[in-house]
């Protein structure tokens, strides 16, 4: 752990910056990812962005769903480019990038990354050195997925470093959570993953949702189950979704927007525990 400390005291610049196994610096990536479609994984990604944003980080938000582009919605803005103008348009990631509120920005991957798959030798140079220029070594990159457990959804929470699943306590969102961790597990994709309970009424049923999933995953997986927080069934969510704005920002002391608060403080406090490897020279092998 030399690396933190640089003979000026310690540099705080680099406190959400992870050594990766290799000793290169590089940025947080973490994938949201669900198994069941309509839990709420673009509503947390969008909010724990605007979160982790007003705490001084600087966020960018991948909108990695190939059909649908959904933290737009949210957002109230759509990007008119996307991975796709990069790939064929000549464009850079910096000029496709839509600007969220508090100096988020937003890359819709569009159909952008099945193409990743077409790129010769040296275009795929080109591209993972524009990720690298683009992406800030002390940011963090939150990745918006599908719904559904299928190959797209796979390669992107394999590629990055940690995983947040979004469950809630219907029986058919547990069921599809565990059945994504179990393949995580299995195919040794990742050593562990950070659970969030959406729309819990309480403490307690959050407690017992989460409870459901570690148990079973500590009977029958090799996989470390750890507890992100909850966010409340909170009606300002659905208000805020209408009028296309995201609730940390309409109600930011809503039960939901506190949810997201103490959620964004674990993560962050949990930065340093977090061996990275380069989210992009990752995906692109899964896509090649
Ligand atoms: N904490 C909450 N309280 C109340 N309603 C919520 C909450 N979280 C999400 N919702 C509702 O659920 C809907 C679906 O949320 P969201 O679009 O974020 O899910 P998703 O997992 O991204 O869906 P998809 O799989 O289609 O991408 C939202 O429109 C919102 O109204
Ligand atoms: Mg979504």
Same mark, same amino acid.
């Given at each position: !752990?030399? /690396?933190?400390?640089?003979?000026?005291?310690?540099?705080y610049h680099h406190e959400n910056v992870i050594k990766n196994e290799g000793g290169l610096w590089g940025p947080r990536a973490i994938a @949201?990812?669900?198994?069941?479609?309509? @839990?709420?994984?673009?509503?947390?990604? @969008?909010?724990?962005?605007?979160?982790?944003?007003? %705490?001084? *980080?600087?966020?960018?938000?991948?909108?990695a769903d190939l059909g649908l582009a959904n933290a737009e919605v949210l957002f109230g803005i759509t990007p008119p480019y996307s991975l796709f103008e990069v790939l064929y348009?000549? #464009?850079?990631?910096? =000029?496709?990038?839509?600007?969220? &509120?508090c100096g988020i920005r937003v890359i819709s991957g569009g159909s952008?990354?099945? =193409? %990743?798959?077409?790129?010769?030798?040296?275009?795929r140079r080109q591209l993972l050195r524009m990720f690298n220029q683009f992406?800030?070594?002390?940011?963090?990159?939150?990745?918006?997925?599908?719904?559904?457990? *299928?190959? *797209?959804v796979l390669g992107f929470v394999a590629a990055a470093g940690e995983v947040i699943i979004v469950v809630t306590p219907e029986p058919t969102s547990l069921t599809d959570a565990y059945a994504l961790i179990k393949i995580l597990a299995n195919f040794k994709l990742h050593t562990e993953v950070n659970v969030v309970v959406n729309r819990a009424a309480d403490s307690?049923?959050? !407690?017992?949702?989460?409870?459901?999933?570690?148990?079973?995953?500590?009977?029958?997986?090799?996989?470390?189950? *750890?507890?992100?927080?909850?966010? &409340?069934?909170?009606?300002? @969510?659905?208000?805020?979704?209408k009028i296309q704005q995201p609730y940390y920002i309409t109600n930011r002391n809503s039960p939901a927007s506190r949810g997201i608060t103490r959620i964004a403080e674990l993560l962050v406090g949990?930065?340093? /525990?977090? &061996?990275?490897?380069?989210?992009?020279s990752k995906? #692109?092998?899964?896509f090649s």
């Amino acid at each position: !752990m030399k /690396l933190w400390h640089h003979g000026k005291g310690h540099d705080y610049h680099h406190e959400n910056v992870i050594k990766n196994e290799g000793g290169l610096w590089g940025p947080r990536a973490i994938a @949201v990812a669900s198994g069941k479609g309509g @839990v709420g994984k673009t509503s947390i990604t @969008v909010n724990l962005a605007i979160c982790l944003a007003k %705490m001084g *980080n600087r966020v960018t938000i991948f909108d990695a769903d190939l059909g649908l582009a959904n933290a737009e919605v949210l957002f109230g803005i759509t990007p008119p480019y996307s991975l796709f103008e990069v790939l064929y348009g000549g #464009m850079t990631l910096d =000029e496709i990038a839509a600007q969220g &509120p508090c100096g988020i920005r937003v890359i819709s991957g569009g159909s952008g990354f099945l =193409e %990743m798959a077409n790129l010769d030798h040296s275009h795929r140079r080109q591209l993972l050195r524009m990720f690298n220029q683009f992406v800030n070594k002390d940011e963090i990159v939150l990745i918006d997925t599908s719904a559904g457990i *299928n190959k *797209n959804v796979l390669g992107f929470v394999a590629a990055a470093g940690e995983v947040i699943i979004v469950v809630t306590p219907e029986p058919t969102s547990l069921t599809d959570a565990y059945a994504l961790i179990k393949i995580l597990a299995n195919f040794k994709l990742h050593t562990e993953v950070n659970v969030v309970v959406n729309r819990a009424a309480d403490s307690k049923e959050a !407690m017992r949702t989460l409870e459901r999933i570690s148990t079973a995953a500590g009977r029958f997986l090799e996989i470390k189950v *750890n507890y992100l927080g909850w966010v &409340p069934d909170d009606k300002s @969510v659905s208000q805020a979704v209408k009028i296309q704005q995201p609730y940390y920002i309409t109600n930011r002391n809503s039960p939901a927007s506190r949810g997201i608060t103490r959620i964004a403080e674990l993560l962050v406090g949990n930065a340093r /525990l977090t &061996p990275q490897e380069g989210f992009w020279s990752k995906l #692109m092998g899964l896509f090649s």
